[in-house]
């Protein structure tokens, strides 16, 4: 399967399983949300304590499955990861990236931006990057 293919299917949904490595080379599996930007990197939102980011600090060696309409249909994107700085204070970095992901996936509305913002801190969130280099699944199934 083509990159760009898997790409453009995994960039029209928002939810699939992140697979990260245990120390012991077993997978962990992890639903989650997700976005994709226009170069193609896929966000997630961690807290900083989760296995899957200990995981993924220790081996950046990352896939994500993403199913599709039909039980035969999915894609999987291999990727390594980069873990952006977490978030320490409801204007830096961190967090305008988290808004901007929420954003992505639910939409601009919140009751309380602020109040999203502290939430990050107080959860020691940051933003996991997944930048693809191999894809495979069926996509017309």
Not at 99 to 104: D, I, K, M, N, S
Not at 110 to 139: C, N, S
Request: no cysteine.
């Amino acid at each position: 399967m083509e990159l760009a293919d898997a790409l453009a299917f995994v960039a029209a949904r928002h939810q699939g399983v992140l697979v990260t490595r245990r120390r012991d080379g077993r997978p962990q599996l992890s639903n989650i949300l997700y976005a994709t930007d226009d170069a193609g990197t896929v966000r997630i939102s961690v807290t900083e304590t989760r296995a899957k980011t200990k995981n993924l600090r220790r081996d950046p060696a990352a896939s994500l499955y993403v199913p599709g309409d039909s039980f035969w249909a999915y894609v999987v994107v291999d990727a390594t990861a980069e873990l952006s700085a977490t978030t320490t204070t409801p204007g830096d970095g961190a967090a305008e990236e988290l808004v901007a992901l929420y954003r992505a996936v639910r939409g601009e509305d919140h009751p309380d931006w602020a109040e999203y913002r502290a939430a990050m801190v107080q959860e020691r969130r940051l933003v996991v990057r997944l930048h693809p280099t191999h894809a495979y699944g069926m996509v017309n199934a």
